[in-house]
DNA sequence: AACTATTTGCAACAATATTGCAAATATACT
DNA sequence: AGTATATTTGCAATATTGTTGCAAATAGTT
């Protein structure tokens, strides 16, 4: 049975011709996906409606995880930690390169801990750093 | 010379009523402000564009930063160092509340540097962290 | 194969963002 | 203070992005 398959039925979630092309996407590409990537290169073509929807539904079932940005967008990304429904716990780094603009999840980077002032009780971190990707560097 | 004209001369800027108008809201606000919030706060009322180009603009000058979120929106809040035309340096830990919804510069909460795989060079780094605040745990 | 629960597409709508351009306003200069 | 010049603003038109209800289509179940 391949991945795709998989992390569906795992999620208890039904077969679909989209949520498997999506999930497809997520799992060929590199970097992370904003909703317009992903409606610009899926082959079929799928109703915008149906975009949000889905990576609503693969967000609240732990298969891709949200990260913030500066632009009026919201990249996305596979987890690659066992996040389950409504427990997300891929507290990596994410990378944004300046330069071929992509968003990679660093996983093995952690979000490090910091000291908060009283009375401050933090839940869930967000890291993101712009920079030159390892990619890029080399040219 | 009051703090917002101040601001405004020292960046070079060209002291309209908009401008004067949506500075002063940062001045007073105690979280950050999306664009929704300058909108609906302002009691003279701009055009929509009017807003989006100040605000543009004083991202541009060093006298507002952006906070990333994963709703679509952006946050801008007032910059307390010294920053100047492209030169943002105001590394410091944002804190969105769960309960009161606001989001607080945490600016004596430096973003602490983390060790990147080889080849990744950082140059910026952001990072928003959600809990309870100070103001929130009380209750 | 038939039934039921879920998902999808469509349509209509709402909200948010961008651009060109002429009118209004701010600053610089005399 | 008055005029010239540079900058900013509002308007209108357009584009992009996100939401909702509902009927048709499809997936899982028996
Ligand atoms: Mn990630
Ligand atoms: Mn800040
Ligand atoms: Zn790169
Ligand atoms: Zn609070």
Chains 1, 2 share one sequence.
Do not use: W
């Not at 073509?45 to 500066?70: A, C, K, M, W």
């Not at 009780?121 to 890291?127: N, R, T, V």
């Amino acid at each position: 049975m391949n991945q795709t398959l998989d992390i569906l039925k795992r999620s208890g979630l039904s077969v679909t011709e989209g949520r498997r092309e999506i999930l497809n996407l997520f799992i060929q590409s590199e970097g992370a996906l904003a909703h317009a990537d992903i409606e610009s290169n899926t082959k079929i073509s799928f109703d915008r409606v149906t975009v949000y929807r889905t990576l609503q539904t693969f967000v609240e079932n732990g298969i891709i995880h949200q990260i913030p940005t500066t632009d009026n967008t919201i990249l996305y990304a596979l987890c690659k930690d066992k996040c389950g429904s409504g427990h997300h716990h891929d507290e990596h780094v994410h990378f944004i390169c300046n330069d071929c603009e992509k968003t990679i999840c660093l996983d093995d980077v952690i979000v490090p801990s910091v000291k908060f002032p009283e009375g401050f009780h933090p839940l869930q971190s967000a890291m993101v750093v712009k920079g030159i990707c390892s990619d890029c560097i080399k040219n």
